[in-house]
């Protein structure tokens, strides 16, 4: 069983940056496709970023492509989603979420285990 913990959620201006880590424990981290997941109030879980299991490949939502990047660090166990020129409509939960694969996936459902989520709030 794999633990997911997200962190580096926060307030920030539109325009502005964060960066969100996601921390794994468990099984093994470097064997698996992993994504980011947002849920903003009142909407449903979406897609943003997928990652496949070394990194060589990576997809992303097209509200955010040019302006998130997903990366990950196999050493270190962590996912992380970079995001630069932040809008007010990126304000929702963030998620990161691993899937029992090598590759990659845009479907929620192909993902079993979920962190816990972290806040991200773009204020005008």
């Known amino acids: 069983q794999v633990q997911l913990v997200e962190s580096g959620g926060g307030l920030v201006q539109a325009g502005g940056s964060l960066r969100l880590s996601c921390a794994a424990s468990?099984?093994?981290?470097?064997?698996?496709?992993m994504g980011w997941f947002r849920q903003a109030p009142g909407k449903e879980r979406e897609f943003v970023a997928t990652?496949?299991?070394?990194?060589?490949?990576?997809y992303y939502a097209g509200s955010v492509k040019g302006r998130f990047t997903i990366s990950r660090d196999n050493a270190k166990r962590t996912l992380y989603l970079q995001m630069n020129n932040l809008k007010l409509e990126d304000t929702a939960v963030y998620y990161c979420?691993?899937?029992?694969?090598?590759?990659?996936?845009?479907?929620?459902?192909?993902?079993?285990?979920w962190g816990q989520g972290t806040q991200v709030t773009v204020s005008s």
């Open positions: 468990g099984r093994t981290f470097s064997s698996y496709a």
């Open positions: 979420a691993t899937r029992a694969a090598y590759s990659e996936s845009t479907d929620l459902a192909d993902y079993p285990t």
């Open positions: 990652i496949n299991w070394n990194g060589g490949n990576t």
